[in-house]
């Protein structure tokens, strides 16, 4: 997967195209056409089979957009690489991308491709292993007599805004009497690694903040948490802060809105196009008053959790279901066969 830790880029190219290889000369299958997802450098030679078959290829965000270039050799090392994701992704058939906002980047980044309109397919969510999971017992996670539970869910890393989701909740405190803001709690669960920095670091930084904003008492901080734990954490929250801006889609606010969970997120990137305003959630400017204030909604209305909740639950049946994804999947896969 890498060369001493360095070259990741570089060594999944060279892994996609010596799958690409043995697809068309080892394997003995025939196909119909080929579904690339990714990372584009098998395309040229997939075409080169011997009967020509079309590929469909799904860009996910631009890979040169995910990468650091501190410095003059990591840019250097890039330039091909770059070069070959825009050349290698224009010999596609068909692209497609994860959402409008995605499409809006692919559009800014290659250049060279502007002739090229990518269309949508959005993700979708793995319905059945909601439904299989037997939801864990999270009371020792939550403090009793908590009605309203807010939840946020994302890795622990600083591109992430978590800070956002405590300093709204320092907000709310100030909207809410005695009494209410004893029923408050936020649990903050997210993706940990103690082997990358970041994780460890921004983990102790929010633990502060929140001892800063004086809010400690009424947040957790949970770590790695498991599906199970995920689940009840959803059937129990009344609604899911969701913090980054410009995520390229986000698949936590469709796992909250199966959960009939609200959703208040920023309002950029997938965000926009999955979440339904006043309808499913609340999107907002990255701003702690404003999430506050969605907040101080659910709050005084409980009835929103429920109202939301089911149409919530609905988009997702609608827009984002496995049979969805297939059905839009199949129509392109049918286009490029005829």
Known sequence: RSLCGRGHALCAALRMAFVALYVLLLSGETFDAFVCDQV????????????????????????????????LLKRLYRLPLDWLEEYTTGMADCIVVNSKFT?????????SLSHIKPDVLYPSLNIS?????????????IPKKKRFLFLSINRYERK????????????????????????????????????VLENVEHYEELRRLAAKLSVNDH?????????????????NSVCVLYTPSNEHFGIVPLEAMYMR??????????????????VTGFLCDPLPAQFAEAMEKIVRDPLLKDTMGAAGRVRVMEKFSSE??????????????E
């Open 324 to 337: 969805a994804f297939s059905e839009q999947l199949y129509q392109y896969i049918r286009r490029l066969t």
């Open 261 to 278: 969970c609200p959703v208040i997120a920023v309002n950029s990137g997938g965000p926009l196009e999955s979440i339904s305003h006043n």
């Open 40 to 71: 584009s450098a098998c395309i040229p030679i997939l075409r080169l089979a011997r009967t020509r078959k079309k590929v469909l290829f799904y860009c996910h965000f631009p890979d040169q957009l995910l990468t650091k270039r501190e410095s």
């Open 160 to 195: 992430k805004n978590l800070a956002l989701a405590l300093e709204a909740l320092h907000e709310l405190r100030g909207r809410l009497d005695s009494h209410e803001w004893d029923e408050v709690h936020l649990v903050m669960a997210g993706g940990y690694d103690k082997r």
């Open 219 to 235: 947040v957790t901080f949970l770590r790695s948490f498991s599906d199970e734990q995920k689940i009840s954490l959803f059937t």
């Open 129 to 141: 292993s909601f439904e299989e999971i037997v939801p864990a017992d999270v009371a020792d996670l």
């Open 103 to 111: 499409a809006s980047v692919f559009k800014d980044t290659f250049k």
